[in-house]
């Protein structure tokens, strides 16, 4: 099974910029779609990004033009790059592989 351990999360000014990583233990991992979600405080889970195995890339409309996800598969690691950020991109992300979710990092977009 693979397990998944994200980083990468902080601190942050609006405007500002993070990149998270999301490490695979598992060679399987360049061959499925990955995911990142988020989850702001009293809210449902959002789905915020993905790349397939073919490594096309899709986007939730509110993160369009700012967020880019990446896929290294030497590395099994996923990354999602966070530009112009904004306080309502706070949250807990987590990235998914298959049925199997990483335990989160926290961005906090604040000033």
């Known amino acids: 099974q693979v397990q998944l351990k994200e980083s990468g999360g902080g601190l942050v000014q609006p405007g500002g910029s993070l990149r998270l990583s999301c490490a695979g233990s598992t060679g399987i991992f360049k061959l499925n779609n990955l995911d990142w979600y988020r989850q702001a405080p009293g809210k449902q889970r959002e789905w915020v990004a993905a790349?397939?195995?073919?490594?096309?890339?899709i986007y939730a409309e509110s993160v369009k033009g700012r967020f880019t996800i990446s896929r290294d598969n030497a590395r099994k690691t996923v990354y999602l790059q966070m530009n112009s950020l904004k306080p309502e991109d706070t949250a807990v992300y987590y990235c998914?592989?298959?049925?199997?979710w990483g335990q989160g990092t926290q961005v906090t977009v604040s000033s």
């Open positions: 998914k592989h298959a049925a199997t």
């Open positions: 790349v397939t195995g073919g490594d096309v890339t």
